[in-house]
Structures are given as structure tokens and as C-alpha cells.
């Protein structure tokens, strides 16, 4: 379920639905490369393509486009694209690197196609460059907190908008010059009556908060528009969000005026969160044919500080996607998708083979386990050894703060982890298992009773709490035994299901 090309890193995706199918457009790099996926290096990034009937399962496509020749506007690299069908053509516009060091320019260029398959570069490329009226021209060195950003022009990642009237709209991240170097990163806006020839205009949004935002997105539901960006504080500038266990991840704001805004933040911001390093990142929505919208990204693997290395190392990859709910205020939020269910096989659970550390603390039916202890913490395991699965369980706080979930491992070597639902805190976190030192966290509303489910398949856990997805992390694939946990609480878990993931023939 976690898809890459064959012998390829892929970064950056864009994926739309063309009549029953979906295409995946994504940067890629050859798999044997050491750069790293965030370093770009002359000549290697490609553009592949992918096709699919669910978004779970991809086959890969020939090549789209590879970086043109020395001295064009994408020589160097070629970044995140986006791709539209108007007309029966094809239209992918595409950020063009064109060398490295300072000086380097970030340009949009084009490339259509009759059928996807086979695309040609056009003659006027690039399209749109960054105008020097409302936009840095580059990075100074006061602003430099990446020693590879200094001195480049920021314009990148193209999204394109259909308007009302016909014609097109396109959003690019460059940086606004009104702002103070350290938080320039804004959403740029053109438009276009053919998809070619584009006219640049002034900032829809430049909130004076982030140093630089990525891959946006740009659509419209309800009567409302939301403005979808990713961001981080890789780029130098600590962020303030309004989750206080988040500084980087996928966010948005909403705009109830039209695709130029003025856009505000909402309450609750944060799409996916990523503490500390995004995990999930450079995500979009797309349109499904039964009407729902679906988020998607890639997921990268990199290892906390407390775990061992993974046998992948730096890798990223595309999961499936997952439904996106709008809330009567507006709200957008990522929540589970019930196909998922299809590649997990459902195990039976007998809770009388759960087995506590400590009995006393422990009550065992049937139908429920009750853990209680108000001075420190009380486990037990599951009898079962898994690897891939998915857990879901209905957690009761009786009394006290604390209680989720666990997985010990097989081997003494291997980390073990633990969700846990904090009511004193307001949060549900994930940290390794036994220790206080999260490695992530998300703010959370407390409740006397939640429903929690945790899905883990190889590298990739993400965390439910009532259907919504609240965290999405990475971590050391090992086998182990899961079970319970209550921290100075009395807890009940209820409705218990694990189903083990089963690959499809």
C-alpha cells in the first residue's frame, strides 16, 4: 500500500481523476542516488507517471518529462507540477530550476500532451516567471538558514484554478518583498484565458508568518475556498500554530470571498501534523467519483532520535488516500476511509487472552478489560504477534488523565511505541514505549470516551481518534504484541478489533 516507482525516489505528487481512472504525476530521482530527496543535483529529476482505478494500487506509466538541456530554464531540476485536461489536451505546468548556487532562478514552465503519455515542452517556456514588482528576487543571506537557499529566486509549485468565467488561475510559492525578510512566504496568483500565456498579479496571501510554504493548493467546496500549503521550520523561522504540539505539517486557510480571498486561518489549521520534520507532506485533495474528496501525499521515513535506523533509511512513498470532511463551519478535516478495511483480515480477539503485567490492576471479561492504577502505569499484551495490522478499541476514562495503546516488541532491540489519549493535557501523543518523551503529539479536545484506532502497515502509523485522522508518523517496522496501557487512570476498553494486513494477490 505504500507506493513507489520501480528503483525511484519519488518526492512531490499531483493526482487527478480522468474518467475512471486517476493519474500520478510525482518528481522522481534514481533510487541509487546519495543526494537526499531534499537536495536537487543536474540533470537526474524526472517527472514519472502512474495510473490507477482505486489510488491504491498504481501502474507505472512511461516517463513524462525529464530536465531540458545546459543552458535551459530547467536544466538543472525540475520540481512539483501540476496537470490539467482541458479540451482533451493535456497541461502540465512545472517549476524549472535552471542551475545550482546563487543566482539560480525558479521559473513555471509548460508541457502538453494529446493522451498523457507522450508530451512535448512548449516552445514559450517558461510560461511565467516571478514578477520582480511584488516578489524577492532572492533570498538574502540574513534569511538563509539552508546554505543551499542562498541566493535563489523562490517560484515554485504551480496549481492551476478553473474560474467561473472560463478562464484559469494559477497560485506559485514565491516570497512577498512587503514583508520582512524572515517571513516572506506567500501565495502568488496569475491568470491565464488558455492555459499559456499567463498574467502575474500581487499576492492573495502573505500572512507575515512563514519564512517559505510549499506545494499549495488551491479549490473550491461549499461555497467556500481553501487555500491548502505545506510548511516548516526547516527554513529558519519558528512557527507559532494553533496547535501548540505542532511547528511544521500540511495547513490551510479558508476564504468565503472567492479564490482570491482574503483568506483566514481557522481555528484549528492543521491538516496533518508533523512535529519537529514533515512526514506527510506536499499533500492535495482530489475529486472521487462517489462525490467524496480525498487526501493525498507522500509519507517519508526518517527515524526519530530514539529509534534505531530503518532498514529503508530516507525513503518516501505514497499512501493511500484518505476521505477529506467538511464541517458545517467549515472546518476540513482528513478522516479514516473504510477501504481500507480491505486489506486488513479481521483476527478474533478473546480478551481473556490478555495478559497484564500486574493482575491486581486488571479486571478481564469477555466483553471488556479495566485497568487501574493512580500512581504509575499498568500494561498487558495481547496474546497474538503482529506486524502490519490494525488495531481499534473503545477507551472509557472512568477516572484519571492517561490510556491508549502499546506495542512491545519481539526483540530487546527493536523500539516498541505507545498512543496514548491525555485528558490533563488536552492531547493524544505518540511516544516510545515506557519513556515521557513524545515523539509526536496532537491537541485534542478531551472526552470521557473515544473511539481509538491505530493502523500500522511497515513504516507508516497513523492514529484515529474518532475517525479522524490526528496523527500520521513513521516508524520502525518490527513485530511485537500489542495491548493496553492506563497511567494514572482507571480505564475501560470496550469493542476491541484487530485485523491483520493481507497484500493483495
Not at 101 to 130: F, N, Y
Request: with cysteine; proline share 9%.
Amino acid at each position: 500500500m505504500l507506493w513507489s516507482p520501480k528503483d525511484q525516489l519519488i518526492g512531490d505528487p499531483t493526482i487527478i481523476r480522468v474518467g475512471r481512472e486517476y493519474h500520478l504525476f510525482g518528481e522522481c530521482s534514481p533510487s541509487n542516488w546519495t543526494g537526499g530527496m531534499g537536495q536537487s543535483f543536474a540533470g537526474i529529476r524526472t517527472v514519472c507517471h502512474a495510473v490507477s482505478s482505486d489510488m491504491y494500487e498504481w501502474r507505472e506509466l512511461p516517463t513524462a518529462i525529464t530536465c531540458g538541456p545546459p543552458g535551459s530554464f530547467d536544466h538543472y531540476s525540475i520540481y512539483h507540477m501540476d496537470v490539467f485536461v482541458h479540451h482533451g489536451t493535456w497541461y502540465m505546468h512545472y517549476t524549472g530550476l535552471d542551475k545550482g548556487g546563487p543566482g539560480e532562478q525558479q521559473t513555471i514552465g509548460l508541457a502538453t500532451s494529446p493522451d498523457g503519455i507522450v508530451w512535448t515542452k512548449h516552445p514559450e517556456d517558461p510560461v511565467l516567471r516571478a514578477d520582480p514588482r511584488w516578489y524577492e528576487p532572492a533570498i538574502p543571506r540574513e534569511a538563509t538558514y539552508q546554505e543551499k537557499d542562498f541566493g535563489r529566486l523562490w517560484f515554485r509549485d504551480p496549481c492551476i484554478v478553473p474560474l467561473a468565467d472560463g478562464t484559469f488561475g494559477m497560485i506559485v510559492t514565491p516570497r512577498d518583498l512587503r514583508q520582512h525578510a524572515d517571513v516572506r512566504g506567500c501565495i502568488a496568483w496569475a491568470t491565464s484565458p488558455d492555459l499559456v500565456h499567463w498574467t502575474a498579479h500581487p499576492p492573495i496571501y502573505s500572512p507575515g508568518r512563514f519564512h517559505t510554504v510549499e506545494t499549495p493548493s488551491l479549490f473550491e467546496h461549499g461555497g467556500r475556498w481553501y487555500l491548502h500549503f505545506m510548511t516548516g521550520p526547516q527554513w529558519g523561522t519558528p512557527l507559532l500554530m494553533t496547535d501548540p504540539y505542532q511547528d511544521a505539517g500540511d495547513f490551510y486557510a479558508v476564504s468565503t470571498r472567492g479564490p482570491t480571498g482574503p483568506f483566514e486561518q481557522p481555528a484549528d489549521e492543521i491538516v496533518v501534523a508533523a512535529h519537529h520534520d514533515v512526514r506527510m507532506g506536499a499533500s492535495r485533495t482530489v475529486d472521487g467519483p462517489d462525490g467524496e474528496r480525498y487526501f493525498y501525499g507522500w509519507l517519508r521515513f526518517t527515524n526519530p532520535g530514539t529509534a534505531a535506523a530503518s532498514e529503508r533509511g530516507c525513503w518516501q512513498a505514497i499512501p493511500p488516500p484518505r476521505r477529506v470532511r467538511f464541517t458545517a463551519d467549515g472546518q476540513l478535516q482528513v478522516v479514516y476511509d473504510e477501504r481500507l478495511a480491505r486489506y486488513y483480515h479481521p483476527r478474533p480477539l478473546a480478551l481473556a487472552g490478555f495478559a497484564p503485567t500486574a493482575a491486581e490492576h486488571w479486571r478481564i471479561t469477555a466483553e471488556s478489560l479495566t485497568g487501574k492504577d493512580f500512581r504509575a502505569a499498568t500494561s498487558g499484551l495481547l496474546p497474538e504477534t503482529v506486524r502490519d495490522f490494525m488495531l481499534t478499541v473503545r477507551l472509557r476514562f472512568l477516572r484519571g488523565h492517561r490510556a491508549g495503546v502499546l506495542l512491545q516488541p519481539e526483540s530487546a532491540e527493536a523500539p516498541g511505541w505507545q498512543v496514548i489519549a491525555d485528558r490533563r493535557l488536552g492531547r493524544v501523543e505518540i511516544a516510545p514505549l515506557g519513556t515521557t518523551q513524545i515523539a509526536d503529539a496532537r491537541q485534542w479536545s478531551p472526552t470521557a470516551e473515544l473511539e481509538l484506532r491505530v493502523v500500522a502497515c511497515e513504516e507508516s502509523l497513523e492514529v484515529y481518534v474518532d475517525d479522524r485522522l490526528l496523527l500520521h508518523q513513521s516508524r520502525i517496522a518490527a513485530p511485537g504484541r500489542p495491548g493496553f496501557l492506563v497511567d494514572q487512570a482507571e480505564a475501560q476498553f470496550t469493542h476491541a478489533h484487530l485485523s491483520l494486513h493481507t497484500p493483495p494477490k
